[in-house]
């Protein structure tokens, strides 16, 4: 089996372009159920590795009306979108850390507007009389709108809860061994059939359709996606993996493939 690297390509930092950082001062308001929505859809992929600092934080990319959230480790990435009012300024972009946004996250629990507020490398998020700020990440981030737009692939609609219980319960290929800290993970394996079905693979069922992805991750997406029924978009063997919304394509995530070797 071989190690997923064409996501890891895409978003290196050491060999691709990266997204350059418009930190000017921005104020904004978002509606409180949309921004936490789109925390929740990304906070799974964010990385914790310290050797890649420039990933342990969500991007906070704020243009027109709407703000974008990203995060990735590199292995998988998440976007989601919300709602804005009130930025009439140029586009700002943003790296907010894991610390804060999860600060942040904790405050959404109403159903007003909050005030999101840029200012240089600080970044704060107000709600009522509450409030909660802290400095952004000093790093450049992926340029993930390189990734946003890829080739349409073979689509599956999943019930989310049978897809989920089906690789819970399934079979796992032999673990392999994660490149960034030596742990082992399991695989699990499924292909579309010819009419829009998925099916979880036995070990030793070597059809050339057949996907393998690092089974947590999967998970982790399915939930995160937070809807009763999800797509699965296939592309390419070593194209990424989309998981997406039937009501909401602005919120997605991609899982990069392992690729398997009979």
Known sequence: MGSARGLRALLDHRENPMTSLRTAAARLSVPAPELAAALDTV???????????MLGGILFDIEGEELHVVATDRYRMA????????????RTQVVVPLPLADAMRALLTGEEAV?????DDRVTLETGNRQTAGQSLGHEFPDYRRLVHLPAGRRAHVDTATFRQALETGPVRASETR??????????VFRVTENGS?????DGDDDQNNVAVNREFL??????????????????????????????????SLLMPVRLEN
């Open 79 to 90: 976007v989601a979108q919300a709602r804005t009012t009130g930025h009439g300024g140029p």
């Open 219 to 252: 998970l982790h997406a399915l939930t995160a996606g937070a809807r009763d029924e999800l797509i699965l978009e296939l592309g390419a063997p070593t194209a990424p993996l989309a998981i997406r919304r039937p009501d909401d394509e602005g919120a997605f």
């Open 198 to 202: 998925v099916i979880v693979c036995a």
């Open 115 to 119: 005030q999101l507020a840029v200012d």
């Open 179 to 188: 490149e960034q800290d030596g742990e082992p993970y399991d695989l699990s």
């Open 43 to 53: 906070r799974f992929a964010a990385s914790t590795d310290a050797e890649l600092p």
